[in-house]
């Protein structure tokens, strides 16, 4: 096995890829077990993989169709999926309405972040890096969920109508016209 070859599914980006999936699932795992504090941690790790994925490829000429739909199945888990479910868990919702609203809300997120990934990857090129994203990046709304997060669990704001305001326009983002420079 060739960790250097573009066509091998498991060269070293595509390695690299799945550890950030890996890091993204066990994530959602601490999640559910109430353990917030870890979880935020091997998202940051995910984060991580997720720069030096594209790094590697860039490196070593390993982009190719089948490393950016993976990195983009990633970033679904890392940065759509698991903060979402981070703010969901984290959120104390005190009857079945505020359960419901929550649900539709965060759901609504997780569909913009799909949608926001499916349309990058049809406007994308195996390769190549553009100077600005078109709408929030992923990975930039997952750091504004983990923000939310924040200022839910210190008490800022502690109204879980405002929070989830705010996901509604972090959703919106997503798929704006708003120019994020690229790093």
Known sequence: MNLYDKDNRF??????????ITFGVIAMYFIQ????????ILAWIAGGFDILDGKIARKYNLSCEFGVQLD?????????VMPAFLLFY???????FELFISGVVFIYY???GLRRLIEFNLKSEAGSVTKYFEGVPTPLG?????V???????GIISNIYIILTLVIFV???LNSKVKIPHP
């Not at 939310?148 to 210190?154: A, C, D, H, K, Q």
């Open 11 to 20: 060269n070293l980006a595509n390695i690299v890829t799945f550890a950030n």
């Open 33 to 40: 077990e109430g353990n917030f504090t870890v979880a935020i």
């Open 72 to 80: 983009s199945f990633a970033d679904f888990i890392s940065f759509v």
């Open 90 to 96: 984290a959120l104390e919702k005190s009857n079945g």
């Open 110 to 112: 997780i569909i913009s």
């Open 142 to 146: 997952a750091i504004l969920l983990w």
């Open 148 to 154: 939310l997060y924040l200022l839910y669990s210190f």
């Open 171 to 173: 959703a919106y983002l």
